[in-house]
């Protein structure tokens, strides 16, 4: 009996270790993984031929050119109510794992400033893709060229005098406006417009004096030398030194700080899923987008847009994200923006 | 000329017959999407995405390009078949076209609004391709203002002809503004009359109003009035088109209105909807059977569609220049451009020679494929009407609701389409007019953004708004407009005696 | 039509009076929550509720008009007969159906948009159109196929599906 005993207790090891074998197979083999099972919506909580639009148009392009994954990504523009549209649609489809959406900093501001009640907690954070950059940019025809020289301006002026435009209101370019005044002294009346390439328009056309439009948004103006890039709004120079205009590469934009104007900003270009997905239909996502940012279109779209290329992912995105949310959270009470209750 | 070298260039780039293939699957996919209200443009790009990886960016550029041509031309199918406008610019073709198929005149309806249409875009393109640099500066030159400005012009070419009783204009005016201003407020980011619903953050979308309005509006009516469509003798025979064309020369003051509005409010960033509008108010007012507007008349029907085709080919044009798409289907072909790595902007035109002029032959050609095959389907779809109500009606009430399903995917907007139904129907009988409601709509909230960034510039003085030569004629315009209908009045009365 | 012969529903007097004090009512709401969000002319211009304000205000004014207009009315015209009212209810009810079995709601079950879809057109075509069975399937069953490939396969825009196309694993 002991020895069938025995037999059997190696036999169950055996087994034990056949399984465990099979089951690290499984783990490590693509094709037992979690895959979208149809197709996936790319919610963008904003209008299209924006920033965010813009680059998830682009990571669907990308997608579909590499075959990154098996079910097409189609993108879905759901701006209403400042994004709250997209958001609120993407925390009620619980548990959804075909669902990701990209956010701007109306994440934060949103909420903020409407009380729609959503937070980023509602959602599974995913993978940061990049931080958008933001430049002060007035139009090539006016005599400004260093931010300082600008501000005197507006202050000479007076206060209100001087038109700063920018995307909504109570956003990310009003913040940016907020912090400017504060740090310089000199009082902007802020336009605000729907979206960031008319913006940019607006400067070329001389219905603004300003304005703080991301890279990508005025890119085009710039290189057709119709609007001046007077400083970035980040701690160090973006790293881009090939030409973009005829005598300037977007290294060659000063930092705001080293200007006297100690204003640091960037916004997230971060992918997050519906609440209550499980950890590999998370792990997909995140590898897809491993995959995207590997090619070298994505590396010519960050550099096209003058992208600050941090993407954090796990743990530090999730941190970095509830930095971010402090931070709002008291940039927004500094201005008045917060939403009475 | 340069131009003309250029074009021929283009043309040669063009006219291939793979790129003519592209053309004609281009322009059928867009029919579709034209037809079906709530497919949008990006659902287009959806399907030719993977394709368009395989080809180079003129051919690639040349296919999404039809699509948006077919997406226009699509939009007056519905419209006047069935009352229910495809796409918001096609709102103001029902107002005639709906009429004449009810009249047992759907061919020609159809007829003439495929043919303005080509006209209309005919048109723009020969703007675009000789004034292409001129046009792009003029358009900046439309800050918040001038905008208002617009808006204000296309209300006051289109209010004062309203038949209906003076104060339920007034209401179903005032009803649309109010709906328009629901959502979330631009200039300051405040909620407004959201009530704490979150369904209504993104406010009330135009498409859903008017398909219930409208569409099932217009079903509840043929139902009370026994089940039948009257259209039912339709002609169904290519004969009509030759018909239709000999009448057309009789509206060449019409045509030429209407192209010249569209174009103009196709650079200024208004866009296709309000053009049709202004150029159905416009044509109202000033032509001699404008008393017959609405009961089927087919200079009704040329002038929206030559306005919205005008204005939906020169949007084109600031889209390519300065890089803001007007329109979601002009937001397809931007998305396209970005793909193959060409950023929309001033240096398009003198960096990618091949592809711009491809582009604008690709234009013409386009809507000549396009005007071919709309015209071949005259018959076919003349002859839906034939199909009893019994079968029609329910796959009509099917399409509204996934039409309405699909504009935000949310099942609020399907019941929203049904209230609207029952109000279309009960304001039909009581005779409020729709057309200011859903104007008033389409066009009210970007009025009054337009007014208060004018107002946020000038630190609230409304001189503003007269403030440069061209703010100053828009406006002096608008309200000249405004007085027009009992200006003729007083004079032809003064001549009477 | 005769409907002038047949018994009448409601009057045009009667639709016309409630419609405007609806309306009046929609206006009142749209005034008080302007008020809530300020609606005065502030220093730089108007504040977000200034213009829903006098919207709300004209909207007001005009339904009492179009009211006192309603009751003044003299002539006792019908707005709709009782047999189009039915006629229009067997329309609007199964309609009302449809879109509730398309989600969901309360009782109603959710059966996505294609099984609704064709028992609607089966209703609609075998009581109000008294059609044979073999076409009113062809139908009903061909539209939603079409629709299925369109939308789903074509354009790839997802509608709400229920458990047919779940037991099929289209879902």
């Known amino acids: 009996m002991s020895y069938n005993r025995k037999m059997g207790s190696r036999v169950l090891k055996l087994c034990t270790a056949v399984a465990m074998a099979v089951g690290a197979m499984a783990a490590t083999a693509p094709a037992m993984a979690w895959e979208p099972t149809k197709s996936v919506e790319f919610v963008v909580p904003a209008g299209t031929g924006g920033g965010a639009d813009q680059m998830a148009r682009f990571v669907q392009g990308v997608v579909t050119k590499y075959n990154l994954m098996k079910q097409p990504l189609v993108v879905v523009n759901k701006g209403g109510g400042a994004g709250a549209e997209g958001f609120l649609d993407v925390k009620g489809a619980k548990g959804d794992p075909h669902k990701i959406i990209i956010t701007l900093s109306n994440l934060f501001t949103t909420p903020l400033a409407t009380g729609v009640p959503f937070n980023w907690k509602d959602l599974t954070p995913v993978q940061m893709m990049a931080l958008d950059q933001f430049i002060l940019w007035v139009n090539a025809e006016t005599p400004y060229k260093t931010a300082k020289e600008y501000t005197d301006a507006v202050k000479a002026a007076g206060a209100g005098k001087m038109k700063m435009g920018g995307t909504g209101s109570k956003q990310e370019d009003q913040i940016i406006t907020v912090a400017v005044e504060k740090q310089s002294g000199a009082k902007f009346t802020y336009i605000p417009y729907k979206g960031g390439g008319e913006v940019a328009v607006q400067l070329v056309g001389k219905h603004v004096d300003s304005t703080v439009n991301n890279p990508i948004e005025a890119v085009e103006q710039w290189r057709a030398g119709k609007l001046r890039a007077l400083c970035v709004f980040d701690d160090v120079a973006m790293p881009y030194k090939t030409k973009v205009t005829a005598t300037q590469s977007w290294a060659d934009v000063p930092t705001c700080k080293s200007q006297g104007l100690n204003v640091d900003y960037q916004m997230l270009r971060g992918i997050f899923m519906a609440p209550g997905v499980s950890k590999d239909q998370v792990e997909y996502f995140v590898g897809v987008l491993k995959k995207v940012r590997e090619t070298p279109e994505w590396k010519e779209f960050m550099e096209k847009g003058a992208f600050n290329q941090t993407a954090l992912g796990g743990d530090e995105y999730v941190k970095w994200v509830a930095k971010e949310e402090q931070r709002h959270q008291s940039l927004m009470a500094e201005a008045g923006f917060l939403a009475k209750k | ?497 | 039509m005769e409907t002038s012969e047949e018994k009448s529903a409601t009057s045009v007097k009667m639709v016309d009076a409630v419609t405007a004090v609806v309306i009046f009512l929609v206006g009142a709401l749209v005034i008080w929550d302007s008020w809530r969000l300020g609606a005065k002319w502030g220093s730089d211009g108007p504040e977000a509720g200034y213009f829903p304000f006098y919207i709300g205000l004209i909207l007001c004014v005009s339904s009492v008009v179009n009211f006192v207009g309603a009751l003044r009315d003299k002539s006792d015209e019908s707005f709709v007969s009782t047999s189009s009212l039915k006629m229009i209810l067997s329309v609007m009810i199964p309609t009302i159906v449809y879109v509730g079995l398309i989600g969901g709601v309360g009782p109603i079950p959710a059966l996505g948009i294609y099984v609704s879809s064709a028992l609607f057109i089966t209703l609609f075509m075998k009581w109000l159109g008294k059609y044979k069975w073999p076409i009113t399937i062809a139908v009903a069953i061909g539209v939603p196929v079409v629709f299925f490939l369109l939308f789903e396969v074509w354009f790839k825009v997802p509608l709400p599906k229920g458990p047919l196309e779940a037991a099929f694993g289209l879902a």
């Open chain 2, 1 to 497: 000329m340069e131009e003309i070298n250029s074009l021929l260039q283009g043309f040669s780039v063009a006219m291939t017959p793979y790129n003519i293939g592209l053309m004609m699957v281009g322009v059928i996919l867009g029919v579709l999407i034209g037809v079906l209200p709530g497919l949008g443009g990006a659902n287009g790009v959806a399907i030719l995405l993977p394709l368009t990886f395989s080809m180079n960016p003129t051919s690639a550029i040349i296919m999404l390009s039809c699509i948006y041509w077919g997406a226009l031309f699509g939009g007056a199918i519905t419209s006047i078949l069935f009352n229910i406008p495809g796409e918001p610019w096609s709102v103001a073709t029902t107002f005639d076209g709906y009429p004449m198929a009810q009249n047992g005149r759907a061919g020609e309806a159809l007829t003439a609004a495929f043919t303005s249409s080509f006209i209309g875009a005919l048109v723009a393109v020969l703007m675009i391709t000789f004034t292409a640099p001129l046009v792009a500066k003029f358009a900046l030159k439309f800050g918040p203002p001038e905008y208002f400005a617009v808006y204000l012009l296309t209300f006051c070419s289109f209010v004062g002809m309203s038949k209906s009783a003076p104060f339920k204009t007034v209401a179903a005016m005032m009803l649309g503004f109010a709906l328009a201003a629901v959502g979330l407020d631009t200039v300051t980011g405040q909620l407004r009359l959201t009530f704490g619903q979150t369904e209504l953050l993104k406010g009330f979308d135009f498409l859903i109003a008017v398909i219930g309005l409208f569409g099932i509006g217009e079903i509840l009516l043929t139902i009370e009035e026994g089940l039948a469509f009257k259209g039912a003798e339709a002609k169904i025979k290519m004969r009509v088109v030759i018909d239709t064309w000999k009448q057309l020369p009789k509206y060449w003051k019409t045509s030429i209105r209407s192209s010249a509005i569209g174009c103009w409010m196709g650079i200024t960033p208004g866009g296709a909807t309000p053009a049709s509008f202004m150029g159905y108010g416009v044509a109202k007012s000033m032509s001699p059977n404008g008393k017959n507007f609405g009961k089927g008349e087919m200079e009704g029907v040329v002038a929206p569609e030559t306005a919205a085709h005008a204005a939906g080919t020169s949007a084109l044009l600031p889209m390519l220049t300065l890089g803001i798409p007007g329109s979601p289907t002009a937001a397809v072909l931007l998305g396209g451009l970005l793909i193959w790595g060409l950023q929309p902007g001033p240096l398009l035109f003198q960096e990618q020679k091949d592809f711009v002029w491809g582009l604008i032959a690709s234009m013409y050609l386009g809507n000549i494929a396009g005007l071919i095959v709309v015209l071949t389907t005259v018959p076919l779809f003349a002859a839906i009407l034939r199909i009893p109500f019994s079968i029609v009606a329910p796959v009509i009430l099917v399409i509204c609701a996934i039409g309405a399903y699909t504009v935000h995917g949310s099942m609020f907007d399907v019941w929203l389409m049904i209230v609207f139904g029952v109000i279309g129907y009960i304001f039909k009988k009581l005779d409020y007019p729709l057309a200011p409601l859903v104007l008033a709509l389409v066009l009210g909230d970007r009025a009054e953004d337009g007014f208060r960034q004018s107002m946020l510039m000038s630190q609230g003085e409304l001189s503003i708004f007269f403030s440069n030569g061209l703010v100053g004629t828009i406006t002096v315009f608008a309200l000249l407009m405004l007085f027009w209908a009992p200006m003729k009045a007083g004079f032809n009365k003064l001549r009477g005696r």
